[in-house]
């Protein structure tokens, strides 16, 4: 099978197309390098010394005797290149990783914000665009997130499809309602909106992943030398909250939790990741089935629990500190996630040794922790809504 992995190079993405090539698919990688730009735009590096794609791309076929090709096309402004590269490969499946991926880089700035939109939204729409125009009947593998339902209600969230009684008494199924906590959340939404039209109107066939916060760094391929490392995130805007406490622990830095720490989210182990894009490519759905939801995650977990856990585990000191975002102190989530277990995923959990493995990493690379970037200084909101005083801003 041939599969593009769109954002190949990515956190995500790089051990995704290995674990593919690994497993006999025909690999070609499509970035635009966008997100090695912005670690120079925000004065920060990967913890991993990560190596240029190309070295990475050379190395792997060494390693494994398997060749990945790689385009360099930004998605959402060359849709002359990309209709082309879908031509020329004529994949069975599309992973879509490319888009812009932290809510507190989405929130930075009037720029940050149209930067994610025009990203995320042109992108995404191109990509639908050109299997129509192309003809293709390629399966479209794209990773959203579980925070695109927000965190207000205590009941399970279903993947994707929700029953409800109208007023007059007829029973429907509806799309969950969305509730984006960010303009990168909501760009979610608005992906999800443009993959019901295009399988309803075209007939594409779409998966999108609803995928929890992803932790971890090695996979089994990325760890087969250090010049495959993957790309691991501990700064304020692109960190991912277990990383990140890990990394504290690890440089003797205290545990920043926001907040209460009241939060409680989904996550998965970026060894799932990899296994759960590949089961969905081999169980694609069929040509006239709606778009499949499903939720890729695997545990839940409040983030002061996870803080006290790693805390039992270090020794590290916990700080609570003011939340950046408009979020609850405290919630409830309770998820459906049995769609990718019935495709065959065996789940791993915090408690399996992993926590140590990602510690051990992040104390291997201790020196390449540069403290000034761990806090989040993105602000969700700088000024009152209009009737709302500064004080009541400053409160939430
Ligand atoms: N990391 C997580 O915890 C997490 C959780 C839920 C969902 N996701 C989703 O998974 C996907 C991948 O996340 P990640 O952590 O690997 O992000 P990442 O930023 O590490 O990787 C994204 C990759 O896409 C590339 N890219 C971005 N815009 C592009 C464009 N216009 N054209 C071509 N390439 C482009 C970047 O250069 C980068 O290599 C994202 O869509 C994200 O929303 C990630």
């Not at 990773?143 to 029953?163: F, N």
């Not at 991912?240 to 907040?259: D, Y």
Request: net charge negative.
């Amino acid at each position: 099978m041939k599969i593009l992995v769109l954002g190949g190079d990515g956190f995500c993405g790089w051990p995704t197309a290995l674990h593919l090539s690994a497993h006999g698919y025909d690999v070609t990688i499509v970035d635009n390098l966008i997100r090695r730009a912005i670690d120079a735009e925000l004065d920060v590096q990967s913890l991993t010394p990560i190596r240029s794609i190309d070295e990475r791309l050379s190395l792997w076929k060494e390693k494994s005797g398997h060749r990945i090709k790689f385009k360099n096309i930004d998605i959402a402004h060359n849709y002359h290149a990309l209709i082309e590269a879908l031509k020329e490969a004529d994949p069975d499946a599309i992973v879509h990783f490319a888009e812009q991926r932290a809510a507190p880089y989405s929130m930075k700035s009037p720029r940050h914000k149209r930067y994610t939109v025009e990203n995320n939204i042109l992108g995404t729409h191109n990509l639908l665009c050109a299997l129509v125009e192309a003809n293709l009947d390629t399966h479209l593998v794209h990773l959203g997130t579980m925070g695109v339902y927000g965190y207000a209600g205590g009941r399970p969230i279903p993947e994707g499809y929700l029953t409800v009684t109208l007023p007059h008494g007829e029973t429907q199924e509806i799309v969950h309602p969305y509730s984006p906590g960010s303009v990168y959340h909501a760009t979610k939404c608005l992906d999800n909106v443009l993959f019901h039209f295009y399988n309803r109107n075209d007939g594409l066939r779409v998966t999108d992943l609803h995928q929890g916060i992803v932790w971890g760094t090695q996979t089994k391929e990325t760890a087969i030398d250090p010049g495959l490392v993957n790309r691991f995130d501990y700064d304020g805007d692109y960190g991912t909250v277990l990383n990140r406490f890990l990394v504290e622990a690890a440089v003797g830095h205290p545990l920043t939790v926001h907040g209460t720490g009241g939060q409680t989210r989904a996550f998965i182990h970026i060894t799932d990741t990899v296994q759960c894009v590949r089961l969905a490519i081999e169980n694609p759905p069929a040509p006239a089935d709606r778009v499949r939801i499903l939720n890729q995650m695997t545990e839940v977990h409040r983030v002061r629990d996870l803080a006290k856990m790693v805390s039992e585990t270090t020794g590290a000191d916990i700080a609570y500190v003011e939340n950046p975002r408009l979020e609850a102190d405290e919630n409830e989530l309770l998820v459906e996630n049995q769609g990718l277990q019935r495709l065959g995923l065996v789940p791993v959990s915090l408690q399996d040794g992993l926590m140590q493995e990602v510690l051990d990493v992040a104390e291997r690379w201790r020196d390449r922790v540069d403290l000034a970037k761990i806090p989040c200084t993105s602000k969700w909101r700088s000024q009152p809504k209009p009737g709302e005083s500064a004080m009541e801003t400053a409160a939430e």
